[in-house]
């Protein structure tokens, strides 16, 4: 197709990137400020459930906030990009940063999965199922409907 004739699917599929991207670029700064002060919050009168919760958040590793907090700038800016690259039509910053998107936000759903604590959300379930529509999606649809598509 002719770069004045997008499809509507793929501009519509840029402005789910734009919106994903922002929401990961915002909460990458709660997850800022939550690693700045989980070792500060008292657990002394929480009940049960939410003292597990932070206590399971001051035990998690440095380096499990520091994988999940790459790999969600990654995302972001992967997310970013290619929305660019679907508005232009272009194959390399469309298809292929959307492909990569798509694969890089799978293994980051299945890293949350297997390495935050249960009382966090961790392992799989309806929330990480979730989480892997938009990236399988994108897979699906940059690869096989919008193909023909990003072609600049």
Known sequence: MSAEKRPG????????NFVFSGFGFLSLLGF???FAFINMVPTDNMDANAKAQIEAMQN??????IVIFVMT?????LLLLSGIGYIKQKRVMGRYLGSTYGIVNILNSIVSGFFFAKELGGGFNLGTVIGLIYPVLTLILVN???REDLVN
């Open 9 to 16: 699917g793929l501009t519509a599929l840029a402005v789910l």
């Open 32 to 34: 800022i400020a939550m």
């Open 60 to 65: 998690m590793g440095a380096w499990i906030f």
């Open 73 to 77: 700038i990654v995302s972001s800016l």
């Open 144 to 146: 096989t409907t919008f």
